[in-house]
């Protein structure tokens, strides 16, 4: 083989290497930052669907008993040291600042922690932030299932030096769902009180 043609077969593999590397690179940001899918069906990877769980009283739930509202959904657990706080302190702000349109929104916390989040636990966690924010849990699949719907990550972490044990480590984004269950957009766990307040007012 001329030293040519080596060079050039050398070139296409990079070529064809820096490819797969982008294509892996695509699917890994659509997975961790559902950017971009603002209207359903609009070809970008599908955020949200049906589920049943467990509420803070102890009754089974599904999206179905929010239907014709907006759903605000953020997944977290009550162990959670800072991010879980912050993001449902900002709902809480939130709901408050929509006033009497916030009968219209449904917020949702969705635990990731199945196992110590029992709905007794999780109602203590959600009357702390907000009177309307409804805490749901379930068993280790249905938590799987619903998790994997909304591309959320989530992932035990041994804890060594704490009497908790272990911590999970999840993805932080807070999702505006349509009346319908559908995906709208989505907030990150810190974004400003006043900044999600308007744009969950855009989509009324
Ligand atoms: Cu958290």
Known sequence: MSAAKRGLQRGLLIVAAL?????AGLVA?????????????????????????TDQD?????DKD???KLMLVYFGFTNCPDICPT????????????????????????SVDPERDTPAVMKDYV???HERLIGLTGTPEQIAKVAREYRVYYQKVPLKESSLGYSVDHSGF???MDGQGRYLTHFRHDVAPDEMAKRIRARF
């Not at 490819?19 to 294509?23: E, I, K, P, S, T």
């Not at 009968?103 to 969705?110: D, E, K, T």
């Open 19 to 23: 490819a797969a590397l982008g294509v």
């Open 29 to 53: 940001m659509q997975w961790l930052m559902p950017h971009g899918g603002e209207q359903p069906g609009s070809g970008q990877v599908s955020i949200g669907g049906p589920f049943t769980l």
């Open 58 to 62: 102890g009754r089974t739930v599904s």
């Open 66 to 68: 929010f239907a014709g």
């Open 87 to 110: 993001g449902l302190q900002t709902i809480a702000i939130a709901m408050d600042s929509l006033g009497g349109d916030a009968a219209r929104v449904q917020p949702i916390l969705i």
């Open 127 to 129: 009357q702390a932030f």
């Open 174 to 176: 807070i999702y505006l």
